[in-house]
């Protein structure tokens, strides 16, 4: 029976990992929070040495953007020395490792979507401390994966950001609040069963380096309201509105990610619109 630990396993990508892989017959060892600190390597190898899986997926991140920017010596020490701390141990125990990066470490000024040949370029502290997780995870052993994916939505709602933009557009539109949101901003929007699923077949597959992991297809997070308020049939006003690209925080402006690598290993990407059906009526939205 193959073995996965899972980092994060409360998380809202982690929590549809611990399912899909229970499901698929996997042993799945979850490692939460209260037992380790990513940042702690002393506790990622204790844990680790415990467990001995065949893999061990990394999701804790530090990923509230703009907290990142202030401390970005934290964003740091989480995201990029933390993911050095577990591929590393996982190395040095005979296990392969699984980071989740971010559509953040791109610049997002290119036109077209990225792919995973487009050399890193972030543009702020969130998306700097990626891209070095990416590199220490790659470098500790060229057999281990990273796993990009974009503004995820998944039925745990993100522990690190307080939920996610599906729900706070819900929330909003059922309170009767009107809606503004910024229509110059390109993403992938990912659906964690999805990811989760893709991971999976990645995992089987026994592939390693780079792979763009979102749903198909992009849009702005004007689109994504748009669709969300249609799919669910709540009537609330929605107004456009601009993105201040004169803020400290720098933000790609297309960050959409090219999907043609997984694809062409006949991983199945629904598209986000569709992905977000299922996870409405998983959520009992609709
Ligand atoms: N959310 C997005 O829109 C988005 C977009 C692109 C990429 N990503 C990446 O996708 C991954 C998963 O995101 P998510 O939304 O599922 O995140 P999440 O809901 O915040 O889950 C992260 C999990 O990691 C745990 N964790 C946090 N810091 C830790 C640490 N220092 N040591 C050990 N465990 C720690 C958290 O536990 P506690 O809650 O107990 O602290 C939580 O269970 C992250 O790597 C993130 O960078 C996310």
Redesign the pocket.
């Known amino acids: 029976m193959s073995s996965v630990s899972i980092?994060?396993?409360?998380?809202?990508?982690?929590s549809d990992l611990v399912k899909v892989f229970s499901v698929a017959g996997w042993k799945v060892v979850p490692i939460?929070?209260?037992e380790?600190?990513?940042?702690n390597p002393e506790s990622v190898s204790g844990a680790l040495k415990i467990v001995r899986t065949d893999w061990v997926i990394n999701?804790?991140?530090?990923?509230k953007v703009d907290e990142c920017e202030k401390d970005s010596q934290k964003a740091w020490e989480?995201?990029a020395f933390?993911a050095k701390n577990v591929a590393v141990a996982a190395r040095d125990l005979g296990m392969r490792a699984v980071f989740?990066?971010?559509?953040?470490v791109y610049s997002g000024n290119k036109e077209d979507s990225y792919s995973e040949c487009d050399l890193v370029s972030p543009v702020n502290a969130y998306g700097h401390s990626?891209a070095g997780g990416e590199a220490v995870t790659l470098a500790a052993n060229e057999k281990n994966l990273v796993i990009r994916?974009?503004?995820?939505f998944?039925a745990?709602g993100?522990?690190?950001?307080g939920g996610?933009f599906v729900e706070t557009i819900i929330n909003k539109a059922k309170a009767g609040e009107p809606l503004s949101v910024v229509d110059d901003i390109l993403m992938s929007p990912?659906y964690?069963v999805d990811a989760a699923q893709k991971i999976l077949e990645l995992l089987n597959l026994n592939q390693s380096g780079t792979f763009n992991a979102t749903n198909s297809g992009s849009t702005t997070w004007f689109g994504f309201a748009q669709e969300i308020l249609k799919q669910t049939k709540l009537t609330t006003e929605l107004n456009s509105s601009k993105t201040n690209w004169e803020s400290a925080l720098k933000r790609p402006k297309n960050s959409s990610l090219d999907i043609k690598k997984i694809e062409g290993l006949s991983i199945s990407s629904p598209s986000w619109s569709e992905g977000l059906s299922r996870y409405l009526v998983e959520k009992g939205h609709i």
């Open positions: 980092i994060g396993p409360n998380g809202q990508l982690g939460t929070h209260g380790i600190s990513v940042e999701t804790a991140a530090f990923h989480i995201n933390g989740i990066s971010s559509d953040y990626k994916i974009a503004s995820v998944g745990a993100s522990s690190g950001k996610n990912t964690t």
